[in-house]
C-alpha cells in the first residue's frame, strides 16, 4: 500500500490556504488557551503530560510555537490519559469535547479535544462532519510495547497497515469536496486521490474502517509493562521506540512564557524526530497543514 505522501502532493496545489500572520497569531493563541486549561486541569488532579512533536521543538528552539506551525500536541502515559479522560469528562464539557477512537464516524487512531464553537477545517478532512472539523490538540499515548524488536516489526506491519486501510476508507467515505475540486483543475491530485478512495472502497467492502481501527486499538499496547514504550498514535507504530524511563525522568521548559513537562533527555526524542533539529527547515520542507476554514467563538 505504499504511496507518495499526502502533504507531497497536496502541499504545492494548495497555497490558497496557507494561514496569514494575523490567522496564525490568532491560531496560536487559540491553542495556547486550550493547553493552559489542559494544564490547569491536569494540576488539579496530579495528572502528567508533556508537550510532543513540534510542540516540543518549538519550546526547545523558539521557547513557544514554531512561527509557522499551526498544530499543538502533547503526550501522556497511558495510566495518565485514564486520570485526564476523568477529568476531561467532568470538568471541561462546558467548554471542550474529548473525542477517542471509535467514537461516531471519528476517522483518527488518537484522541482529540476539540473546542467547541469553533471552526477548523483542514483540506484533507474536508468531508468529515463538522463535529470533527473544529481546533483541536491532539492527545498521544505513549504505550507500553513488546520489548523484542522482532515483535515490534511484525506487530508494527500490521498495525500500520491497519490503520493506512481505515485513512483510505475515510477517503471514500468522506470524501473532501475540496480535493475533489482541484482535482477537476490538477491532474496528478485526481489521479492521486482517486486511488486512494479505490483502495478504500475495495477495503470497505472487507470489514469496513471501525474494523481495522480496532486493530489498531488492538495492537496498541503490550499487555503487560516491558520497559519500553512508544507513541503508535503518532507517525507510525515503530517511529518513537524509547526506554520508558525516557518518559519519566522530566525536565520543565518555558514555552510561551508558562512552563511544560518535557523529558529530561529530550535532546534524544527530537533527533529521532527530525534530525538536526535546532537548525530551521528551508521554507519548502515546512510542514503546514493546509486549512480551508478557521473560525472561533461561533456556533458549529
Not at 503530560?49 to 521557547?63: E, I, Q, T, Y
Amino acid at each position: 500500500m505504499a504511496m507518495k505522501k499526502q502533504k507531497d502532493i497536496y502541499s504545492k496545489v494548495f497555497n490558497e490556504f496557507v494561514f496569514s500572520d494575523e490567522q496564525i497569531e490568532l491560531l496560536h493563541n487559540t491553542l495556547f488557551d486550550m493547553l493552559m486549561d489542559i494544564k490547569r486541569v491536569c494540576e488539579k488532579h496530579d495528572i502528567t503530560f508533556l508537550l510532543s512533536g513540534g510542540s516540543m521543538l518549538g519550546a526547545v528552539r523558539h521557547k513557544g510555537f514554531i512561527p509557522w506551525d499551526d498544530d499543538l500536541d502533547i503526550m501522556m502515559l497511558r495510566s495518565e490519559y485514564v486520570k485526564f479522560r476523568e477529568a476531561v469528562l467532568s470538568e471541561m464539557t462546558d467548554k471542550y469535547d474529548l473525542v477517542e477512537p471509535l467514537d461516531g464516524k471519528y476517522t483518527n487512531k488518537k484522541p482529540k479535544l476539540f473546542l467547541k464553537n469553533s471552526v477548523f477545517t483542514e483540506v484533507v478532512y474536508a468531508g468529515l462532519p463538522a463535529e470533527y472539523r473544529r481546533v483541536f490538540i491532539d492527545v498521544f499515548i505513549i504505550e507500553d510495547i513488546p520489548a523484542s524488536a522482532s515483535k515490534r516489526k511484525f506487530i508494527g506491519k500490521i498495525y500500520d497497515f491497519a490503520f493506512h486501510a481505515s485513512s483510505f476508507i475515510g477517503d471514500y467515505k468522506y470524501p473532501s469536496p475540496i480535493i475533489l475540486e482541484k482535482g477537476k483543475t490538477d491532474e496528478e491530485v485526481r489521479k492521486y486521490y482517486a486511488s486512494r478512495r479505490r483502495m478504500g472502497g475495495l477495503l470497505n467492502v472487507f470489514f469496513g474502517m471501525r474494523f481495522y481501527l480496532k486493530i489498531c486499538s488492538k495492537l496498541d499496547h503490550a499487555k503487560k509493562e516491558t520497559g519500553i514504550v512508544g507513541v503508535p498514535s503518532a507517525i507510525s507504530y515503530n517511529r518513537e521506540v524509547f526506554e520508558k524511563k525516557l518518559f519519566t525522568d522530566l525536565i520543565e521548559v518555558e514555552f510561551n512564557g508558562e512552563m511544560f513537562k518535557i523529558p529530561s533527555d529530550y535532546d534524544s526524542y527530537l533527533k529521532n524526530l527530525y534530525k538536526d533539529y535546532m537548525k530551521l527547515p528551508p521554507e519548502k520542507d515546512r510542514v503546514i497543514h493546509s486549512c480551508a476554514e478557521f473560525r472561533v467563538n461561533t456556533e458549529v
